[in-house]
Every structure is written in structure tokens, then in C-alpha cells.
């Protein structure tokens, strides 16, 4: 009873002891956003200051007086918040006008304007918590964003991940222009920043069907791609519930042949109004009214011709004898255009499947409906020995020289006729055994 007791009261004098950290005292508000109060863990006061973010920062005052803490508590608040800085109003921050971008991305997918990935991808780049543009620039004020401001965050991303491909670097470029574009049309800001390109970053060869003569005839990918094709087609074969027909072989070719993106803008919103027949040479000129890179009339190289030949004929035996009309699509016209590419892919997937090609080998990547966009490019360079001009090439294809020589022409072995140039002399006897 006597040790029972001894715990009773030891027990008893712990729950009236009072924690160090508890307060000592009323907490004392001078303003809005600011109070003092003391602790038993101490015989100064603290001030506890509120930020503009909503966040607190509570400081000792150093003072055992509440008249001198208070006025010790005015000066700790005025060199907190001028740190701080100013509040941004919400509508004037990056952030604000990455979401009016994204809210817009979205309403574009879903008017079939933009691939699905669109929205998402730019969301991505935009609040990734390691190098996405809401870190840096999330709570600044757009007014205040300059190309130093710009320099500084890529530079500070390329610090933090030194291996970031330059793919990745470009979309965070891209986007943040397309961000303060939305500033621009609110008229909060008159241009957007300049926006240097990165010289850093990775660059990634892009995955492409290889062909003769990069490789034998027994070795060509894109040949054994057209084969795997042709095979579905003849035994029939149902892909998640759709039938392998002509059309996925033509559309491939054509895709080869047309230098075309494989996207909603561009290879899905082709029309019959949006292709002439040209004889001098023969080709066709196709329109792009809203492709990635805005408006451009692309020439395709003659078989595409007779692929649009087919394409015409297979539509009258689909339709009582009907010509095409000029709003009708190219390919899978009955179709809406999600419906359209999501079976065209998942049809190229099973050829890739049947023939091994899903992965690229030289690359380690996914084959994909883009890889014929890249075997066109590749072909050209390859297969016009180096007589093709880069510019015309990138201005058909909608892109630019700078992105064909980093992702095109610099993996690819240089042409005959380039290598016996590389290998004249201008003198006779130099080179000579």
C-alpha cells in the first residue's frame, strides 16, 4: 500500500507539471498577422509573423518586457515581410495563367484539335516537382518575367539533372511560351520573353524503320513491316475487334511517303479538299491547314499518288459508286478521329508485333505511327545521295534544319557521293599508294 501510494503521488505531480513549450500567458495580437507571446521555456516574448504565402515565422524578440516586445516584434515583421517581398495578386502569376493554358489545352483535345497528349504532357512540364515551370516561376509576377529570369531556371534545371534530354528542355521552352501567350492575350504583358534554346541536354536519335542500303535487303525493316501488314490483311485477322484491311497498309505508305505527323492536325484531318494531284513531277500537295507548325502545303513523293488512287476507288465500293466528297477524311472515314488513330495504332502495333519490330535496336525505343514520319525523313536524306537541300526538306516537312541535323542527318552515314568527296584531292599524287 505504502509503494502504491509513492506512485499515486508521483504519477499525480507529473500531470500537473506544466511542458516547457507550453505558453505562459495569454497570446498577445498587435495587428492582423501579427501576435507575441512567451513560452515556459523562456523569459523573452516571441513574435509570430504571417507571410504572404499564409505561412508563419515566429522569431524571439529578446526582450522580458511586453512594451519592448512589441516594438521589437514591429521591426522583426517589417524585415520578414520586405524578404518576402510583396503579395502577387493571384490573377498576375505564372501559375494563374499555367492553369488559363491548361483549362485551354483540354478543351482542344477534346474538340479533336490536339492529340490526347497534348494537355497532358503540358501539364506535366508545368508542375513536375523537380524541374517543372510552377517551381520557379509558379508565384511570380508575369510582368516581371524576363529572358534573364528564363536563362536562369534552365540553367538551374540542367544543374539539378545533368543527364535531362534536350527533348525534354525544348517542352519546357514550348510551354512556357504558350503560357505567357495566354498573358499576351489577356493584355497583361505586350511580348513574351525571348526564350534561348538550351546548347545542353541529351539528344536523342529519333527511331526509325531502317532501310537498303543502310542495311541488306533481307535486313529491311520497313519492307518486313509491309509484309507483316500484307499477311494481317490476308488471313483476316481481327484487332481488338477490327478487321485488318488495305487501308492500314495504305496508310502506312502513304504516312512514308508524305512526310506527315501522324497527329489529329495533321495525317487524321486530311480531307479530299485538302489534296491536288500535281503532274509536274507527279505528287501530291497537301494541305496542312493546323499542323504543329501552323499552316503549310507539304508535296508528297509519287507513291503517294497511287495510294490516294486507292483510297478514292475503295471509298465508291464503300459507298454505292459515290465519288469522295471534299469534307470527307482520308483515312477510316466513317470513323471519328480518336476512333481513326487508336486503330490505326493498335493495327501497326500487331504488324510490329508479327514481324519483331516493336523495339528499335539501334536505339533501345518504341517503334510507334511516329517512326514512319521519322523512316520518310531518313529515306530522303539517305536515298537523294545527298542531294536533297535541308531546308526544303524541313520546310515540307514542317520542321526546322537545326532539328533535322540534330536528330536526323548527324546519326545517319554519310552518302556515296559524300564519302567520294570526303575522299578527292585537289593534287595529283596525294592519297596516292
Same mark, same amino acid.
Given at each position: 500500500?505504502?509503494?502504491?501510494?509513492?506512485?499515486?503521488?508521483?504519477?499525480?505531480?507529473?500531470?500537473?507539471?506544466?511542458?516547457?513549450?507550453?505558453?505562459?500567458?495569454?497570446?498577445?495580437?498587435?495587428?492582423?498577422?501579427?501576435?507575441?507571446?512567451?513560452?515556459?521555456?523562456?523569459?523573452?516574448?516571441?513574435?509570430?509573423?504571417?507571410?504572404?504565402? +499564409?505561412?508563419?515565422?515566429?522569431?524571439?524578440?529578446?526582450?522580458?518586457?511586453?512594451?519592448?516586445?512589441?516594438?521589437?516584434?514591429?521591426?522583426?515583421?517589417?524585415?520578414?515581410?520586405?524578404?518576402?517581398?510583396?503579395?502577387?495578386?493571384?490573377?498576375?502569376?505564372?501559375?494563374?495563367?499555367?492553369?488559363?493554358?491548361?483549362?485551354?489545352?483540354?478543351?482542344?483535345?477534346?474538340?479533336?484539335?490536339?492529340?490526347?497528349?497534348?494537355?497532358?504532357?503540358?501539364?506535366?512540364?508545368?508542375?513536375?516537382?523537380?524541374?517543372?515551370?510552377?517551381?520557379?516561376?509558379?508565384?511570380?509576377?508575369?510582368?516581371?518575367?524576363?529572358?534573364?529570369?528564363?536563362?536562369?531556371?534552365?540553367?538551374?534545371?540542367?544543374?539539378?539533372?545533368?543527364?535531362?534530354?534536350? !527533348?525534354?528542355?525544348?517542352?519546357?521552352?514550348?510551354?512556357?511560351?504558350?503560357?505567357?501567350?495566354?498573358?499576351?492575350?489577356?493584355?497583361?504583358?505586350?511580348?513574351?520573353?525571348?526564350?534561348?534554346?538550351?546548347?545542353?541536354?541529351?539528344?536523342?536519335?529519333?527511331?526509325?524503320?531502317?532501310?537498303?542500303?543502310?542495311?541488306? %535487303?533481307?535486313?529491311?525493316?520497313?519492307?518486313?513491316?509491309?509484309?507483316?501488314?500484307?499477311?494481317?490483311?490476308?488471313?483476316?485477322?481481327?484487332?481488338?475487334?477490327?478487321?485488318?484491311?488495305?487501308?492500314?497498309?495504305?496508310?502506312?505508305?502513304?504516312?512514308?511517303?508524305?512526310?506527315?505527323?501522324?497527329?489529329?492536325?495533321?495525317?487524321?484531318?486530311?480531307?479530299?479538299?485538302?489534296?491536288?494531284?500535281?503532274?509536274?513531277?507527279? !505528287?501530291?500537295?497537301?494541305?496542312?491547314? %493546323?499542323?504543329?507548325?501552323?499552316?503549310?502545303?507539304?508535296?508528297?513523293?509519287?507513291?503517294?499518288?497511287?495510294?490516294?488512287?486507292?483510297?478514292?476507288?475503295?471509298?465508291?465500293?464503300?459507298?454505292?459508286?459515290?465519288?469522295?466528297?471534299?469534307?470527307?477524311?482520308?483515312?477510316?472515314?466513317?470513323?471519328?478521329?480518336?476512333?481513326?488513330?487508336?486503330?490505326?495504332?493498335?493495327?501497326?502495333?500487331?504488324?510490329?508485333?508479327?514481324?519483331?519490330?516493336?523495339?528499335?535496336?539501334?536505339?533501345?525505343?518504341?517503334?510507334?505511327?511516329?517512326?514512319?514520319?521519322?523512316?520518310?525523313?531518313?529515306?530522303?536524306?539517305?536515298?537523294?545521295?545527298?542531294?536533297?537541300?535541308?531546308?526544303?526538306?524541313?520546310?515540307?516537312? +514542317?520542321?526546322?534544319?537545326?532539328?533535322?541535323?540534330?536528330?536526323?542527318?548527324?546519326?545517319?552515314?554519310? !552518302?556515296?557521293?559524300?564519302?567520294?568527296?570526303?575522299?578527292?584531292?585537289?593534287?595529283? +599524287?596525294?592519297?596516292?599508294?
Amino acid at each position: 500500500m505504502y509503494t502504491f501510494r509513492i506512485m499515486l503521488e508521483y504519477c499525480s505531480c507529473q500531470m500537473s507539471a506544466k511542458s516547457k513549450h507550453s505558453l505562459n500567458g495569454p497570446i498577445i495580437k498587435i495587428r492582423r498577422g501579427l501576435a507575441i507571446y512567451r513560452t515556459n521555456a523562456s523569459p523573452y516574448y516571441y513574435a509570430r509573423v504571417r507571410t504572404p504565402k +499564409g505561412t508563419h515565422v515566429v522569431r524571439s524578440t529578446k526582450e522580458t518586457s511586453r512594451i519592448n516586445a512589441r516594438a521589437a516584434a514591429e521591426e522583426l515583421a517589417s524585415a520578414i515581410l520586405t524578404k518576402a517581398g510583396p503579395v502577387v495578386p493571384t490573377n498576375l502569376t505564372f501559375r494563374y495563367f499555367a492553369e488559363q493554358f491548361i483549362a485551354e489545352a483540354k478543351i482542344a483535345v477534346e474538340r479533336q484539335t490536339r492529340n490526347p497528349a497534348y494537355a497532358r504532357d503540358s501539364e506535366y512540364t508545368i508542375s513536375n516537382k523537380h524541374w517543372g515551370l510552377n517551381t520557379h516561376f509558379g508565384d511570380l509576377d508575369v510582368r516581371n518575367i524576363t529572358t534573364g529570369e528564363f536563362s536562369s531556371f534552365m540553367r538551374s534545371v540542367v544543374t539539378k539533372k545533368p543527364d535531362i534530354s534536350r !527533348s525534354i528542355l525544348t517542352a519546357l521552352t514550348s510551354t512556357f511560351r504558350n503560357v505567357m501567350k495566354i498573358a499576351v492575350e489577356r493584355s497583361v504583358i505586350l511580348v513574351v520573353p525571348q526564350t534561348p534554346k538550351p546548347k545542353v541536354g541529351k539528344s536523342t536519335p529519333r527511331p526509325f524503320f531502317r532501310f537498303r542500303p543502310l542495311v541488306s %535487303k533481307d535486313e529491311d525493316q520497313y519492307l518486313k513491316l509491309l509484309a507483316a501488314l500484307r499477311n494481317l490483311e490476308k488471313e483476316q485477322v481481327k484487332v481488338r475487334g477490327v478487321l485488318v484491311t488495305k487501308e492500314i497498309y495504305d496508310l502506312v505508305v502513304f504516312l512514308t511517303n508524305s512526310f506527315l505527323r501522324p497527329t489529329y492536325t495533321e495525317l487524321y484531318a486530311l480531307r479530299h479538299a485538302d489534296v491536288t494531284v500535281s503532274e509536274m513531277p507527279k !505528287s501530291l500537295m497537301l494541305t496542312v491547314r %493546323k499542323g504543329k507548325t501552323g499552316y503549310r502545303v507539304a508535296n508528297t513523293m509519287e507513291t503517294c499518288v497511287d495510294v490516294y488512287e486507292r483510297i478514292c476507288q475503295r471509298f465508291k465500293e464503300a459507298n454505292d459508286n459515290r465519288n469522295p466528297g471534299p469534307e470527307d477524311f482520308l483515312f477510316f472515314p466513317r470513323l471519328k478521329r480518336t476512333h481513326a488513330r487508336r486503330v490505326a495504332q493498335n493495327q501497326l502495333n500487331e504488324a510490329l508485333k508479327v514481324a519483331g519490330l516493336k523495339i528499335d535496336p539501334f536505339t533501345g525505343q518504341k517503334h510507334t505511327m511516329y517512326s514512319l514520319r521519322h523512316t520518310a525523313i531518313c529515306m530522303r536524306l539517305v536515298l537523294s545521295k545527298g542531294q536533297i537541300n535541308p531546308y526544303t526538306l524541313a520546310k515540307n516537312a +514542317g520542321t526546322s534544319v537545326e532539328i533535322i541535323e540534330q536528330h536526323y542527318a548527324k546519326n545517319l552515314p554519310l !552518302s556515296e557521293n559524300l564519302v567520294r568527296n570526303l575522299q578527292s584531292f585537289g593534287l595529283p +599524287g596525294y592519297g596516292e599508294r
